[in-house]
């Protein structure tokens, strides 16, 4: 079956780096446009950034532009969210997605907080 397990959560000093990986199996992972979403307390999940098959990527968070990027290792199903100069409102739950046949696949999330 479809399985996304999000790793490489923790706390981190503003400023700080971190990335996230995003382990993947029981699909075609070479084909497949993976998602990273968070949600902060309180707050809806958003849709931070994604990557396409094809290594294209789409930021859909203006304000992690230029700090957050992702990248892909189709021959280990894996995709990492690298993330430089975090910021307190970064601070959230972090997901792996996939959407396949109209049906939404979520990792179980990696918590990120970014505090002094």
């Known amino acids: 079956q479809v399985q996304l397990v999000e790793s490489g959560g923790g706390l981190v000093q503003p400023g700080g780096s971190l990335k996230l990986t995003c382990a993947a199996s029981?699909?075609?992972?070479?084909?497949?446009?993976i998602n990273w979403y968070r949600q902060a307390p309180g707050k809806e999940r958003e849709l931070v950034i994604s990557?396409?098959?094809?290594?294209?990527?789409?930021t859909h968070v203006e304000s992690v532009r230029g700090r957050f990027t992702v990248s892909r290792d189709n021959a280990k199903s894996t995709v990492y969210l690298h993330m430089d100069r975090l910021r307190p409102e970064d601070t959230a739950q972090y997901y792996c997605?996939?959407?396949?046949?109209?049906?939404?696949?979520w990792g179980q999330g990696t918590q990120v907080t970014v505090s002094s």
């Open positions: 997605h996939r959407i396949s046949n109209g049906k939404d696949y």
């Open positions: 029981g699909f075609p992972f070479s084909s497949s446009t």
């Open positions: 990557i396409m098959p094809s290594g294209f990527i789409t």
